[in-house]
């Protein structure tokens, strides 16, 4: 098994090797396959869509977008590695999918499997309200959850999700106990929270974006303010040590050269200062972050670390 | 009279193009078992890129409603559904087929579609902020009850014996229990394997249990596969008209329906016409005849999954929630297009919306030619290929659709193990249609039970949460007419001729 892996590798940088003489910007020779493992219409599906206009330009090739949905990811994520490692694929990451599913001890990848190459996006968390409810801020919610223990209740997408583990970290930080109700997908978590069904809703910036007046944002979960909510307090102004939401970015079968992967980081990270792409992110509520190829090992190390202590939280790891 | 202005807008050359383009290749996406419609918009959106964002709008409208009409074709040809909207259609279809009323069957839910797309359409037009309303006050405790609803259907779909429709039944529930759990995150029955560890995907399932007992009955026997008429009987439009005249009050009943479930973000086309096809049969004055290739049983599913095109809209333009996945998709295209969705775009984007509005109307009217020629075309090809070409292109499609939903081979075996388990157990004598109906309704009676309950022990009113709400007591009072409206109406009539 080694050895055709070995000899895969060394004729792709080889190939590349005589693509990149030929010159410099020779790489990508066609268009790209960007591997989506969530349903069309999703945050990965519709960033992909936006960085395809820059990529074409900067790269002078396109996307060939497929869609690989199941398990929550793991679907595709347990497969990338078995893709054409040319340089010509890549796959939509989503942190902290990467970090917990393989906690959670029955998906075929773990999180090193993963060879991510750049993070370009984070939708922050955000603890949401309809916009008529009595709990104006984050000390009402507080108050109220103290003065009856678990009867706020609260909607997030999934189970051991981005939502149930800002859930958890701000019930922690705050010494309250809320009761979390899971739904499938944003569309119906984010009916729950506008039909009152449920008290409030561990959501991300964007959905507060999405529904407008209709709801208010308590807080928001980033070193400073977010750009459209000048008026919403981060947690940290409040006492509460909760900054992160999902991170979204791309990562590369394992055997993808060296050259390929770091060019291609390149790319992405060009995007992120693509002033049209960045203008439509951030007015759908999306923070663009730039976590380079330089910079990746560090930074999912830094949140590996983080999401070991999460899942002792959520009791996934022992 | 500005909104006319909006309708003249929405007829120019381009747009009356794309809702035709739309329609036809909708249809046909939506006819291949395994291409679903929101598949089928999810293929065709990048396209649509590069139009003005309304006239991509009336484009992914129609391919929408074109795919949902589509899967009537294979449901009523072949026993499959084509979408999983259609499957409550397979239940007359495929027997009015059989008996040489193909032709009729496919002009009937031709109408059928029209009809119900139109009262969607028009809903959207006319009602969609009151209405977006209802989609807010169903909570996890009425998914819930809803769901008992459709699963009193078990005793309609029986074919005889209820007890082994319920055993279809119980089978279905336990594949819809397969993977993890939404609640709680647990997984369950996958069995070390990788595959299970989603679930079982409804289309797989319904490929698998619907069209490999076809397909072996299809080389095991030396018949036709479905009965032709020696004279050639054209459309039958006048006598599908009179069908559908008699039944003006079904086909108004499953539009509405369809409307109000298509608005349900946790519902969908498949509940929809499962819950139509309830309510017709209950209410039908022959309601022994459902299931044997009855008409009204196409004419309820039909409408009510096309009605939900209109509805599904209603949330998703006006809160920014799509009704259906397929909306979901739209609305990430809408989102690329820099269209914003939700409250605030009736107000500054009125054109657009009410051009998409027209458009729709346009698209479903058009699909009334447009369908009854393609249906014509399905029939004819399906009577005129030989069984020797008709059952491996069959089979090639099944595997095609199967791997087509999650580019995924081992998709294809679970397929292939559900349709050998599906035909035994259709030789014991238990019909697919009541596990399909387990395999449908578990997951939201399931999730919405586990909601319901947590929610209501958070509020220290368990009782009050199952039992208090005006809606749950409306549905609970519909399923309970269900079952028990056939035994009451014997007995009265028992009584009757007693005296």
């Known amino acids: ?30 268009d790209i396959t960007y591997v989506i493992p969530f349903n ?44 054409p490692a040319d340089g010509h694929t890549i796959m939509g990451i989503n942190l902290p999918h990467l970090f917990l599913q393989p906690m959670q001890g029955r998906v075929a990848y773990k999180t090193e499997d993963i060879t991510v190459i750049n993070v370009f996006q984070l939708t922050p968390h955000a603890l949401i309200v309809p916009a008529d409810s009595p709990i104006k801020t984050i000390e009402d919610y507080i108050a109220e959850a103290k003065k009856t223990p678990g009867a706020i209740t609260v909607a997030g997408t999934g189970s051991n999700s981005a939502n149930q583990v800002a859930q958890r970290s701000f019930d922690k930080a705050a010494g309250i106990t809320t009761t979390y109700v899971p739904f499938t997908g944003t569309a119906a978590t984010t009916a729950a929270l506008l039909g009152k069904q449920v008290r409030a809703q561990w959501g991300f910036t964007t959905v507060a974006v999405e529904q407008g007046k209709n709801v208010r944002m308590l807080a928001v979960a980033l070193d400073q303010r977010h750009k459209l909510f000048p008026d919403v307090p981060t947690f940290k102004e409040k006492g509460i040590n909760l900054v992160g939401g999902a991170h979204r970015g ?19 990270s060009r995007i992120n200062n693509d002033s049209a792409f960045r203008k439509k992110m951030e007015d759908g509520g999306y923070v663009l972050v730039n976590v380079g190829y330089k910079q990746v090992k560090p930074f999912m190390d830094g949140l590996g670390k983080e999401y070991v202590e999460i899942g002792r939280l959520l009791g996934l790891v022992k | 009279m500005e909104i006319l202005s909006h309708f003249v807008q929405a007829l120019t050359p381009l747009n009356v193009l794309l809702a035709v383009g739309g329609i036809v290749a909708g249809t046909i996406v939506g006819a291949l078992p395994g291409l679903t419609a929101t598949m089928a918009v999810a293929v065709l959106t990048p396209l649509t890129f590069t139009l003005e964002p309304g006239s991509a709008l009336i484009a992914l409208g129609a391919i929408y409603t074109g795919a949902i009409y589509g899967g009537c074709y294979s449901a009523i040809l072949v026993n499959t559904p084509g979408t999983p909207s259609a ?48 989609a807010l006050a169903f909570g996890p405790v009425e998914y819930f009850w809803l769901a008992i609803l459709g699963l009193t259907l078990v005793a309609a779909l029986s074919e005889g014996s209820l007890l082994k429709g319920t055993i279809g039944c119980g089978f279905g529930l336990l594949i819809a229990t397969v993977g993890t759990a939404i609640v709680g995150g647990d997984t369950r029955f996958v069995f070390g394997t990788q595959t299970l560890i989603g679930g079982v995907n409804v289309v797989v399932a319904l490929i698998g249990l619907f069209c490999i007992p076809v397909l072996i009955d299809l080389v095991a026997t030396p018949d036709a596969h479905i009965k032709v008429n020696a004279e050639v009987r054209g459309y039958r439009l006048d006598e599908a008209l009179r069908i559908g005249w008699a039944s003006k009050w079904n086909l108004m009943r499953s539009s509405v329906i369809g409307t109000v479930i298509g608005i349900l973000p946790a519902a969908g086309g498949a509940i929809a016409a499962l819950i139509a096809y309830a309510e017709a049969r209950r209410a039908s004055a022959r309601p022994g005849e459902f299931g044997k290739g009855a008409p009204d049983g196409i004419l309820a599913s039909e409408s009510a999954n096309n009605a939900t ?36 775009l009736f107000q500054e984007q009125s054109a657009i919306v009410y051009t998409f509005m027209f458009g729709l109307i346009l698209a479903t009217v058009l699909m009334l030619p447009l369908g009854l020629v393609l249906g014509r075309y399905a029939y004819k090809s399906i009577i005129a290929i030989p069984k020797a070409v008709l059952a491996p292109g069959i089979a090639f499609l099944t595997i095609l659709g199967t791997y087509a939903i999650h580019n ?61 709400r005006p809606i749950s007591l409306l549905i609970i009072a519909a ?3 269900v079952l028990f409206y056939p035994a009451l109406a014997r007995r009265f009539a028992g009584r009757r001729t007693a005296e």
């Open chain 2, 408 to 468: 995924s081979m081992e998709d294809v075996g679970l397929m292939l193990g559900l349709g050998g388990v599906g035909w035994l157990l259709n030789r014991a004598g238990v019909p697919p249609a009541p596990i399909v109906l387990g395999v449908v309704l578990g997951p939201i009676a399931e999730q919405g039970f586990v909601q319901a309950w947590l929610i209501g022990s958070a509020t220290g009113d368990l009782l009050g949460m199952f039992f208090g």
């Open chain 1, 250 to 268: 791309v990562a590369v079968p394992k055997d993808t050269p060296e050259a390929a992967r770091e060019q291609l980081s390149g790319i992405f």
């Open chain 2, 479 to 481: 399923a309970a007419l």
């Open chain 2, 87 to 134: 499957i409550a259609t397979t239940f007359d279809g495929f027997p009015m087929a059989k008996r040489g009323d193909g032709d009729l069957a496919l002009t009937l839910a031709n109408l059928a579609s029209v009809c119900g797309g139109l009262v969607g359409a028009v809903a959207l037009l006319l009602l969609a902020p009151p209405l977006a309303r209802v």
């Open chain 2, 309 to 344: 095109v209109g509805g599904g809209f209603i949330p998703t333009l006006t809160l920014g929630i799509p009704g259906t996945p397929a909306d979901a998709i739209i609305l990430g295209a809408l989102l690329v297009h820099g269209v914003r969705t939700g409250p605030n």
């Open chain 1, 1 to 30: 098994m080694r050895l055709p892996r070995m000899i895969k590798h060394a004729l792709a940088g080889a190939t590349l090797a005589l693509a990149a003489a030929g010159s410099a910007s020779a790489f990508p020779t066609k």
């Open chain 1, 40 to 83: 069309a219409g999703g945050e990965s599906d519709v960033t992909a869509r936006l960085q395809e206009a820059p990529f074409k330009k900067l790269a002078g090739h396109g996307f060939v977008i497929q869609y690989k949905v199941g398990a929550g990811g793991a679907a595709a994520w347990s497969q990338l590695n078995s893709l």
